[in-house]
């Protein structure tokens, strides 16, 4: 009951003023019932006093905290800024100075500057190596790098990332990006790896279903035609309705193609004819048709 309780706080601090540790207590317990019932403003105006009142107060780190969160609440991101850098600063030992450093980094990922966020999120790393935070911020340190285009980074962050939460929840989402980082650098073995790892540890669609497609462009790119027809044909199996199915059809048809298999191939080639009206890839299809029975040397066909 936040409202009595700021009344009972209040009658302290005019009732007891020689109590100074108890009128340092009270104005920290107020601003805490101010923010509780989400009057961040006065909230702010509170926990503001008191650090001017009591410079020494050890109730400074936690009231910095809730200012930058009653900031954050009012949409006012540099003022939050402002305050847990100096929580960061002035107050390294204060239990929760690892989140406030984690806030500053999130805040430039959401401003999407990813050099900053990488640059922020190492001091939780450095810093902090014992933070609660520390696997997200190796997530969000390999996602900057990718972001930045710098693939090589962003692989080996990644990496450390599974090698260290080996049971964190996000491992499969890890994996998979992983993947997509070293499929930039053109590594495909080591990016198949990575997706198959994907594909036997996340459950969420979306990754289940992209590790799939991509695992398939690695093998198209490492000419492993057998496999890529296996991968393509499991993807269209299992996700019929994905904006990929054209391109797996289309990527099936050229793994079969390959090997040869012009019949099989053929087919699939129609089917993104048939199916891809408006795309690109039916011009290929339709070319790789009659690629196919030239193959075949059925040139009436062609």
């Not at 997509?180 to 790892?197: G, I, M, P, T, V």
Request: proline share 4%; hydrophobic share 35%.
């Amino acid at each position: 009951n936040f409202s009595q309780a700021k009344e009972a706080f209040q009658k302290v601090i005019d009732m007891f003023p020689q109590r100074e540790d108890l009128v340092e207590h009270s104005l920290y317990l107020i601003g805490n019932c101010l923010y509780n019932e989400s009057k961040f403003a006065e909230a702010i105006s509170v926990f503001n006093k008191m650090i001017s009142r009591y410079p020494e107060s050890g109730f400074i780190p936690p009231a910095l905290f809730k200012i930058g969160e009653a900031y954050q609440r009012l949409k006012q991101d540099e003022k939050a800024l402002n305050a847990f850098r100096k929580i960061v600063e002035d107050y390294p030992s204060f239990p929760d100075a690892d989140a406030a450093q984690f806030k500053i980094a999130n805040y430039y990922i959401r401003q999407q500057d990813y050099r900053k966020a990488a640059t922020e999120l190492e001091k939780v790393i450095i810093k902090f190596p014992k933070s609660p935070d520390l696997s997200l911020a190796y997530y969000w340190i390999g996602y900057s790098y990718y972001e930045l285009k710098d693939y090589s980074n962003s692989a080996s962050y990644y990496s450390k990332f599974i090698k260290l939460f080996p049971r964190s929840p996000l491992l499969g989402e890890v994996y998979y990006r992983l993947g997509d980082a070293l499929f930039k650098q053109s590594k495909y073995k080591e990016a198949a790896s990575a997706y198959f790892n994907a594909l036997n540890t996340s459950r969420e669609k979306d990754i289940l279903m992209n590790a799939l497609y991509s695992l398939g462009l690695c093998q198209e790119n490492l000419e492993e035609w057998s496999k890529a027809e296996e991968s393509f044909k499991k993807f269209i199996k299992n996700y019929p309705e994905s904006e990929l199915t054209l391109q797996a059809h289309l990527k099936l048809a050229n793994a079969l193609f390959k090997q040869e298999k012009y019949p099989q191939a053929r087919g699939y080639y129609t089917w993104v004819v048939e199916n891809g009206r408006g795309s690109e890839l039916v011009v290929e299809a339709q070319y790789r048709i009659g690629d196919c029975w030239f193959k075949e040397k059925n040139y009436k066909k062609i």
